[in-house]
């Protein structure tokens, strides 16, 4: 076995040791409150971790499946799609939202026939993918199979293999319902301000 394999519990790890998923007591940026913070960017600060994760990711992809491309919804995607590229030696573009539009800009192309692996970061409703699959398919590509960091959990469809390294549904509620506030410990808002350690 090679040394970079990673099991679902150094996955995990991976996630709490950088900060990238967190226990607490959030305001999230829908109002709603939570025990649990994502933040892929944390885990992805780390170059060698996003190399070892990214690496991990493709080797759940089946062997018989071959690729041309890899491909991602900017921006968040990028970086793991960048690595996940590098781990399996194939181009890398991304595709980014112009007036709402998915689109490949900056003469991105994609081969007549290119089998594309899609990679991103979170997937929570999968729009993003959803969209990124079809504007490689209406560019004469093959969506072979996605990949992403961490599944939220809404079992999105996406006509192709789904491999997430995480799985991680985290419950949210109003504030009226929040046991938390009701314990009265202090709540954080992770996007308009810094989270005390
Ligand atoms: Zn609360």
Same mark, same amino acid.
């Given at each position: 076995m090679n040394e970079t394999r990673m099991n679902d519990d150094e996955i995990l790890a991976a996630f709490k040791n950088t900060d990238a998923i967190r226990k607490g007591h959030f305001k999230l940026t829908s109002g709603r409150h939570s025990d649990t913070y994502i933040q892929c960017a944390r885990v992805l600060e780390h170059p060698n971790l996003t190399m070892k994760l990214a690496t991990e990711a493709t080797r759940r992809? *089946? *062997?018989?499946i071959d690729i041309d491309l890899v491909a991602s919804p900017a921006v968040g995607g990028i970086l793991f799609g960048f690595a996940v590229a590098a781990a399996i030696d194939k181009p890398f573009i991304f595709s980014e939202r112009v007036d709402g539009k998915m689109t490949f800009r900056r003469s991105f192309e994609v081969a007549q026939g290119a089998n594309v692996l899609i990679a991103e970061d979170v997937v929570t409703t999968g729009g993003s993918v959803v969209d990124v699959c079809e504007l490689v398919r209406a560019n004469g590509?093959?969506?072979v199979a996605i990949v992403s960091l961490?599944?939220?959990?809404?079992?999105?469809?996406?006509g192709a293999p789904y491999y997430p390294l995480l799985k991680l549904q985290t419950p949210s509620w109003e504030e009226a319902e929040c046991d938390l506030c009701k314990q009265g410990i202090e709540i954080y808002s992770p996007g308009s301000r810094r989270i005390n350690k």
């Open positions: 992809i *089946s *062997s018989r590509g093959n969506v961490i599944d939220r959990g809404a079992e999105p469809t996406f």
